[in-house]
């Protein structure tokens, strides 16, 4: 985030610098208008050269920074609007699940369960997967790996992940 901010800064900087010399002739011209200038209006221009540098080179980067930080969707994934309870459910399957599961929207790669990106499980489904485990000979899936309300939030975000939000919705 520093690296970021440093960086934007520097560049904020520069581009100042070169719009002053510009406006005041080139560089010779910017250093007649400063000298020619009083006391007050040099004061004058640095306040206000502080202030720009501050709302362009500190206020305007924070603003995207919470932004990204601050996101309810995955956009690689097209998947938007996550609720609190299916943020829960992608760092639960992330912990518990992904290991195991193929699932595009919590960035997991796995080969030993079925691929849920493909496979397109409704919550129902999910929940059923994930009370009563699963054995389809490549491994087993053991029952109850998350429970109750985490197993609820589990399903939502795969649900969700999938496409298949409000199919198979019942606890």
Do not use: Y
Request: hydrophobic share 45%.
């Amino acid at each position: 985030m520093w690296t970021t901010l440093v960086f934007t800064l520097i560049f904020v900087g520069l581009g100042l610098t070169v719009l002053f010399v510009a406006i005041s002739g080139g560089p010779g011209g910017a250093r007649k208008r400063m000298a020619s200038q009083s006391r007050g209006t040099r004061r004058l221009a640095l306040v206000n050269f502080f202030i720009a540098l501050i709302v362009l080179g500190l206020g305007i980067p924070a603003a995207v920074i919470a932004t990204v930080d601050n996101r309810d969707d995955i956009p690689e994934a097209n998947v938007k609007n996550l609720t609190a309870a299916e943020k829960h459910g992608r760092q639960l399957f992330g912990e518990r699940c992904a290991n195991c599961h193929t699932l595009e929207a919590a960035n997991a790669v796995a080969q030993v369960g079925p691929n849920l990106d493909n496979l397109r499980p409704a919550k129902a489904l999910v929940l059923d997967a994930i009370h009563n485990g699963r054995a389809r000979g490549n491994g087993q899936m053991a029952a109850d790996l998350v429970e109750g309300e985490d197993a609820d939030d589990v399903a939502s975000f795969v649900a969700k992940a999938v496409g298949q939000s409000g199919q198979g919705a019942g606890k």
